[in-house]
């Protein structure tokens, strides 16, 4: 199952920020960059599956995902879509601007359970970045786990995220990585096609598989009828929820999804869970 | 919080008029910034009082779906009343607050000043067993989770509560139905029963220490078994005159397997998503976040307000709503109230006050649409599911 | 290095046919190559053929005055490449290219219509199969259309 936050009763109000310098900022696409954060005060280290509320100066939070594997140290890496007044203040930092973090918040990708087994990622879009740490520690435990599988989709070739990487994960002879995109203009000689298509010629067993699947809702439904059709047991797939979230502590009520709180049940959830609850309109 | 005392051990006394307001003037010497029902522009509303004369004497409050007014009774009944529009979030959790001011220094950083509580300690007089229920729901969500909210436990650490057990319920009140009230049990510093069959007099009830404490500066007799008989006659005889019955057996799950019951859309016609109900509603907590950018150069502001889950916006990310039609609101707002809260607290939502009835323009009344709900157990709306 | 009746036989497409028919079709076909960017067919040419992916890799495109020619599909090793050959007018509404150098398997898609037109039976068995090729890719094309990643609306 995946983990619960540890209950803590802080002196330091938990809707304080803690700040942090940006020591890099890196383009992704032509909307997402890449922040790499240091910690100038108490060091906050999520865990894969996690999140931080990220705080511009003055202008407002948002619930951001850990792209990183865990550092001690507190240093974090956050990937971030510029699609409104805060995102696009924290992707217009300069390195040594000061933004606030508070978290961790939420549950983790099931890591340990998915031990002794093979190991599916699915990915669409921004998709990749909340599961990347999920990748870094299959790769550095890389005997945990059986076959690895990395398949991702994006809109178009220059939507992807973390090309180089995937490029690196594929010229190793232990990950299997399938990239396709929606469409595409000109020199792209990969696939073209949606997600789920990548996964009948994936080399994994089903039946001993774990699946993290992430991205727009309605890929990550399709992706899971994909992966049933295969066989794998719904109680092994795993998604990644979101909905407006404003405080990350269970106390604003923002993030909820019939009976469970996103901030503090989820993102990560198990897909015999969240299955109904994702096929009821509006909710 | 405080120590509490078993009923049948409690300190109690029998206080009079005198009594009562020199109970609002102990609390005060004692430094309690005093919050008790007073008469405000045609509603029984919660301010700040400094003496008992401030109290709805002789008035009464008559209610129905999408009616309030207030009428003279022919006593002189300080509390003969249910509940306003108001509950004590408003002082617990206050419609706007800010959380903390923060100023950048030298190099970038910036340091967080959080806001303090407030000088003086509340003492809440006149909370309704429903109302206090309320308030224990609303512990359940910002103190007993894993993350305490530091500006609700500043208020609420030092309250002091004054019950008052009901003898007038209102025409939308079904506490007796949500096993509420209408008698108190326990969580109160004093609980108040007013007697009006003879001299006007009140039993009084210590819950705690310091209840005690406070009960014995006011001068009060002993109570004699027959104001204890008559005051417990009071809250059984209220239990009798609920305006509204709700069947609350098993809502949840109920709720859990209607999710496209066709009662949601018949709700959303009338619904006009003005979120009163979450506003009056004593358990409603939903709140947003406004930062700021104070006019002073390197300051920022966080401030907390209420917010409503009828709001379109309340339920916006990535381009839209996931919640655009007011069916689906309505639908979350009595799903959450009656049914989910149990999954996310451990409790219902509702205590029964009623006031979303009362307060609703068009008149919905939660007890009738669940029961709708109950008696069509299974339907679906296909046009909409 | 396997026959083309090997192959017919093996392929899912043509997956329980009768031994007879799938001789019948694998007298229509041929091995061919495509080298990397050769063109396979263009839109608006006669569909007459279509193919068996077996190496390679082939992308569906359509030319957008202002965007080139966008790449809305690929067809990878296993899958069928072309359904136009059993529908009228019988014209590619596509081009195809290889993306890679290309092994494909040919089929007489005029000469199969014949066959379907002179018995009934193989051609209801076809047409079923082909029917689900295309059900499949409609799907796919669907799920395409939502622009799963695209900003919201207005995007």
């Known amino acids: 199952m995946a983990t619960a936050p540890a209950a803590e009763t802080a002196p330091r109000g938990a809707m304080a920020p803690e700040p942090y310098r940006v020591a890099s900022r890196a383009p992704e696409t032509v909307d997402t960059w890449t922040l790499l954060l240091e910690p100038l005060g108490a060091p906050i280290v999520p865990a894969p599956g996690q999140f931080n509320m990220l705080y511009a100066f003055g202008v407002g939070e948002v619930p951001i995902s850990t792209s990183a594997a865990p550092e001690p140290g507190g240093e974090l890496v956050h990937t971030i879509r510029a699609v409104g007044p805060v995102t696009q203040k924290l992707c217009a930092t300069e390195p040594g601007d000061v933004i606030g973090v508070r978290g961790p918040f939420g549950t983790t990708w099931p890591l340990e359970e998915a031990r002794g087994g093979d190991l599916v990622i699915v990915a669409g879009g921004i998709g990749l970045a909340p599961v990347r740490p999920a990748v870094y520690h299959a790769l550095t435990h890389r005997d945990d786990y059986g076959s690895l599988c990395v398949l991702v989709g994006a809109r178009t070739p220059s939507d992807l995220l973390y090309v180089r990487e995937l490029e690196d994960w594929r010229g190793r002879f232990d990950v299997e990585v399938g990239v396709t995109v929606d469409s595409a203009v000109g020199d792209w000689h990969g696939r073209v096609g949606v997600v789920p298509r990548l996964i009948p010629g994936a080399a994994f067993d089903p039946a001993a598989t774990t699946a993290l699947v992430v991205g727009p809702e309605i890929m990550m439904t399709f992706t899971a009828k994909a992966l049933l059709e295969q066989g794998v047991p719904k109680e092994r797939i795993y998604v990644s929820m979101e909905r407006n979230m404003r405080c990350g502590l269970g106390h604003c009520g923002h993030c909820q999804l019939g009976p469970m709180l996103i901030c503090r049940d989820g993102p990560v959830f198990r897909y015999d869970e969240m299955e109904a609850l994702m096929g009821v309109r509006e909710l | ?385 | 290095m396997q026959t083309l009746d090997e192959i017919v036989a093996e392929s899912p497409v043509f997956g329980g046919l009768e031994p007879a028919q799938l001789q019948l079709i694998a007298g229509c076909a041929h091995n061919a190559a495509f080298s990397k960017g050769e063109r396979i067919f263009r839109e608006g040419d006669a569909a007459d053929t279509f193919y068996l992916v077996r190496r390679g890799r082939v992308a569906l495109t359509a030319h957008v005055p202002g965007r080139g020619d966008v790449t809305i599909e690929t067809v990878e090793p296993g899958e069928v490449l072309g359904w136009s050959w059993l529908f009228p007018p019988y014209t590619w509404h596509f081009d195809a290219r290889a993306v890679e150098d290309a092994g494909v398997v040919a089929f007489d898609g005029a000469c199969l219509r014949g066959k379907c037109d002179a018995d009934h039976a193989l051609g209801f068995e076809l047409m079923r199969r082909f029917a689900q090729v295309m059900i499949d890719r409609l799907q796919h094309t669907r799920t395409l259309l939502l622009d799963v990643y695209g900003h919201g609306p207005g995007s």
């Open chain 2, 1 to 385: 919080m405080h120590e509490e005392l078993a009923l049948t051990d409690s300190p109690r006394a029998t206080i009079d008029l005198d009594g009562l307001h020199a109970l609002v003037g102990v609390l005060r010497d004692r430094g309690y910034c005093v919050i008790g029902p007073t008469k405000r522009e045609g509603a029984i509303v919660y301010e700040e009082i400094e003496s008992a004369d401030e109290l709805p004497a002789g008035w009464t409050e008559v209610q129905e779906a999408g009616t309030y007014r207030l009428e003279r009774r022919d006593d002189e009944a300080r509390f003969g009343y249910p509940v306003g529009p108001q509950s004590w979030k408003r002082y617990l959790l206050p419609a706007r607050v800010r959380l903390w001011q923060a100023r950048k220094r030298n190099g970038g950083a910036f340091e967080i000043v959080e806001e303090p509580p407030p000088e003086r300690p509340f003492a809440l007089l006149g909370v309704r067993s429903c109302d206090l229920h309320a308030i224990a729901v609303q512990d359940r969500v910002f103190l007993e989770g894993a993350y305490v909210d530091r500006d609700y436990a500043g208020r609420r650490e030092g309250a002091f509560l004054v019950v008052v057990n009901c003898g007038t319920p209102g025409g939308t009140c079904f506490c007796a139905s949500m096993g509420t009230g209408p008698r108190a049990e326990s969580g109160y510093d004093l609980a108040l029963t007013e007697l009006l069959d003879g001299e006007h007099r009140f039993l009084a009830e210590a819950g705690s220490e310091r209840g005690a404490e406070v009960l014995g500066d006011l001068m009060g007799c002993d109570a004699t078994p027959d104001d204890v008989d008559a005051a417990l006659r009071v809250t059984h005889e209220a239990a009798g005159k609920m305006g509204r019955t709700l069947d609350s057996f098993d809502l949840r799950d109920l709720l859990g397997r209607n999710v496209n019951h066709p009662r949601f859309a018949d709700a959303g016609n009338r619904c006009l998503t003005c979120g009163n109900c979450t506003l009056v509603c004593p358990t409603c907590f939903c709140t947003s976040v406004e930062d700021v950018n104070v006019l002073e150069d390197g300051a920022a502001e966080r401030w907390r307000r209420w917010d409503s889950c009828y709001s379109v916006d309340y339920s916006f990310i990535h381009g839209g709503a996931i919640r655009p039609s007011s069916r689906a609101r309505y639908r979350q707002w009595l799903t959450h109230k009656f049914g989910t809260w149990v999954d996310q607290f451990g409790t219902s939502g509702c205590v029964g006050c009623g006031r979303c009835i009362t307060w609703c323009p068009v008149g919905i009344d939660v007890t009738e649409e669940l029961a709708a709900i109950r008696a069509a157990d299974g339907e679906v709306d296909h046009a909409n599911a």
